[in-house]
């Protein structure tokens, strides 16, 4: 998997990846349907012109390709569009991401005040996205995915989403240091260091202190609305980064979860106890 903004690729290099199509994708962000928007949203001129080329190309080659839409306040009317467009008129895979996590530049209060309040996010999805959804599998149009929670989404939607850092994917940079994902640099803990001639990622992965760490981790120790959740087991506490980010604890619950717990809105049969208090800082 390949995850890009989709401006850097040129027709040379795609065309190389053609023999391995069965085993790559790409996953492009598209934010909105006007080239004006969607550069905005992502700080550059030019990024949605050449993105759209060069996810045109790929499809043109058969080499997959899957569309990340970062649902904000701005563009919440143009997903089911982007939708239609990317998945139905070109054969991409769609991924719809709730909300701009407090990581990179989504720290930012600009960016954070994009997001969708917990009440109107529900609203989007039952009055929107799920229907969309619905609609498009229906028709036989697959690989949709929605990055959220597993309590958040219906019980006909028959997708689990989860983040297997420590299992399955590593974060490497542009200077090659390695983490447990690509927002790893942001928080040395979850950094295991650089690559090079003595040290070889399978190194890093197997001996390195942070995923021998990450090896030791137990869902029973999630704190929270996390610590009573039906799905913990197998959900992890969705990304660690994001929760270390805003509560300064590796154990601290999703902080989406919990928001929507202490507002009343996290549903009450995914809980395994619905008697038990989960305010976290309790």
Not at 11 to 28: G, S, V
Not at 30 to 37: G, Q, S
Not at 214 to 234: E, H, M, Q, W
Request: net charge positive; glycine share 6%; hydrophobic share 35%.
């Amino acid at each position: 998997m390949v995850e890009t903004n989709g401006t850097l690729l040129k027709e040379e290099t795609i065309n190389k990846l053609k023999k391995i199509r069965e085993k790559i994708l790409f996953k492009i962000s598209i934010d909105a349907l006007t080239p004006e928007k969607h550069d905005r949203f992502r700080g550059l001129v030019g990024t949605f012109k050449q993105a759209l080329k060069n996810i045109v190309y790929l499809r043109k080659v058969n080499i997959p390709v899957m569309i990340n839409t970062v649902l904000t306040q701005w563009n919440k009317d143009e997903v089911a569009e982007i939708m239609d467009y990317f998945v139905v008129k070109l054969g991409c895979g769609h991924t719809l991401i709730v909300r701009i996590s407090a990581l990179g530049r989504g720290k930012r209060k600009s960016s954070q005040n994009l997001n969708l309040s917990p009440k109107e996010l529900l609203n989007f999805l039952h009055e929107v996205y799920y229907p969309k959804f619905r609609t498009l599998v229906k028709k036989r149009y697959g690989n949709l995915y929605i990055e959220i929670p597993k309590p958040f989404i219906p019980n006909d939607i028959k997708i689990f989403p989860k983040c297997d850092w420590g299992i399955k994917i590593v974060g490497l940079t542009n200077k090659g240091e390695v983490g447990i994902c690509h927002y790893a640099p942001d928080n040395s803990i979850f950094t295991a260091g650089y690559l090079n001639k003595r040290k070889s990622l399978l190194d890093l992965w197997l001996y390195n202190d942070t995923f021998k760490k990450l090896r030791t981790f137990s869902p029973k120790r999630l704190k929270g609305i996390c610590g009573n959740c039906k799905y913990a087991r197998v959900c992890r506490g969705f990304c660690r980064i994001y929760a270390f980010q805003i509560y300064k604890d590796f154990y601290a619950p999703n902080p989406m979860c919990q928001q929507f717990y202490e507002e009343g809105l996290f549903p009450s049969e995914s809980l395994i106890d619905t008697t038990k208090k989960c305010h976290y800082p309790d």
